[in-house]
C-alpha cells in the first residue's frame, strides 16, 4: 500500500541506499517458494529499519514477527558488536528458510530464533531491549505493547509496522475486522499512553516510532 504517488514513491526509492545483494536474494527467493510474499519489509522499509537502528546503536534488539527474516536483517545492521537481536514467528516451517539468510549474513552469531506464541515467550524473557520491531497479528499489537513496556530501557525505541492497514483505519469498521479493530485501539493507546511519546509515519502501509521516556 502506498500513500503518495507512484512517480514521487519512486523517486524516494531511488534516490535511497540500494538494497543489499543479500537481501535481494532473499526477496527473490520469498517470492518464489513462499505463500503471502507481500509481508516482506522490502527494500525501501528495509533501508528505513536499517537507519533506524543504527541511529539507536542498539545491544539487544526485539522483532515479533520474523516472516522470512528480511527486517530482522535490516535490523541487526545496527546492533553492537555484542548485541543481540531476538525474533519470534509462529510458523515453525520458516524457521530453517530465516536461519539460511542469518547464517549468511555477518550477523548470524547475534542472532536468536524463537517459534511460538510470542506472547508467551515474550513473558519469559529476561531481557530489556533498547530496540522493539511489531509486526505479527494485528489485534494482538495492545497486547505486545502491554509486555514489553516494562521490558524496554529508557529512551528505548518501539517501531510499529502496517498502522494504516491500508488505509482501513479511517474506513467504516467492520464489526468482524478483528485486525483492523485492534490497530485502532493499538493506535489510540500508543498516542495516550505517557510513558511513549509517538509519531505515525506514512510509510509503506504505515510505520510508527514511539519513544519510551
Known sequence: MHFIPENIDNYVVNHSENEPELLAKLTRETYQKILQPRMLSGHYQGRVLSMISKLVSPETILEIGTYTGYSALCLAEGVKANGSLHTIDINEELHDFQRKYFDASDFGDQIHQY??????????????????????DKHNYSNYFRLIIDKMNKGGIILSDNVLWSGKVVEKLNPKDIDTKGLLEFNKLLKDDPRVETVVLPIRDGLTISRVI
Do not use: P, R, S
Open 115 to 136: 517459534t511460538g506464541n510470542a506472547l508467551e515467550i515474550i513473558e519469559n524473557m529476561e531481557l530489556k531491549f533498547d530496540l522493539v520491531f511489531i509486526d505479527a
